[in-house]
T-cell receptor, first 114, second 114 residues
Framework: AQKVTQTQTSISVVEKTTVTMDCVYETRDSSYFLFWYKQTASGEIVFLIRQDSYKKENATVGHYSLNFQKPKSSIGLIITATQIEDSAVYFCAMRNNAGAKLTFGGGTRLTVRP | GGIITQTPKFLIGQEGQKLTLKCQQN?????MYWYRQDSGKGLRLIYY???????QKGDLSEGYDASREKKSSFSLTVTSAQKNEMAVFLCASSPLLGGQDTQYFGPGTRLLVL
């Protein structure tokens, strides 16, 4: 069975700094996909970035990037130049190659303060 | 672009009541999902559907029924609401069933059972 764990319950940073959120996963599948989503205060869930397990290069989208360490089953999310609007709950999720199931971690609440 | 609409936004029910939540998407996506989110936790899959009239159980299907009347709509029924139950139900859709497909989420229905 798949499992996703986010050990950081909450993080607080000063704006314009860089933050890293941790995520580790468990799977028996050789091919899988890792996602990060953001849930805003209104409850809206927005897709941010994806890493395919067979790709060695870390995915980057805007000021989001990933630190994919496959041997450690780890997929950290890095946000550079944080802004107040980045304050939200961030969820890590994974999915295997064939299944519909997206398995979510428990989330990390990020607070960006002035 | 497209949008996912969920109705109602808030739902207050009585113990033992049968409650129905509705979801509509105009992405023309094949696959639709229902997730449950409990306070401060990640999302758990209840049901999904890969095409009209198809239904697949997720991890949390007991106590729920679902119906995919047409490609654009997916309903979820709480068969017997539990007293003091409080959760957010999120509908999502994706183009296909492939592992790399991004799921897009609706705004959620907030349920409270008195």
């Amino acid at each position: 069975a798949q499992k996703v764990t986010q050990t950081q319950t909450s993080i607080s940073v000063v704006e314009k700094t860089t933050v890293t959120m941790d995520c580790v996963y468990e799977t028996r599948d050789s091919s899988y996909f890792l996602f990060w989503y953001k849930q805003t205060a209104s409850g809206e869930i927005v897709f941010l970035i994806r890493q395919d397990s067979y790709k060695k290069e870390n995915a980057t989208v805007g000021h989001y990037s990933l630190n994919f360490q496959k041997p450690k089953s780890s997929i950290g999310l890095i946000i550079t130049a944080t802004q107040i609007e980045d304050s939200a709950v961030y969820f890590c999720a994974m999915r295997n190659n064939a299944g519909a199931k997206l398995t979510f971690g428990g989330g990390t609440r990020l607070t960006v303060r002035p | 672009g497209g949008i996912i609409t969920q109705t109602p936004k808030f739902l207050i029910g009585q113990e033992g009541q049968k409650l129905t939540l509705k979801c509509q998407q105009n992405f023309n996506h094949d696959t639709m999902y229902w997730y449950r989110q409990d306070s401060g936790k990640g999302l758990r899959l209840i049901y999904y559907s890969i095409t009209e009239n198809d239904l697949q159980k997720g991890d949390l299907s007991e106590g729920y029924d679902a119906s995919r009347e047409k490609k654009s709509s997916f309903s979820l029924t709480v068969t017997s609401a539990q007293k003091n139950e409080m959760a957010v139900f999120l509908c999502a859709s994706s183009p296909l069933l492939g592992g790399q497909d991004t799921q897009y989420f609706g705004p959620g229905t907030r349920l409270l059972v008195l």
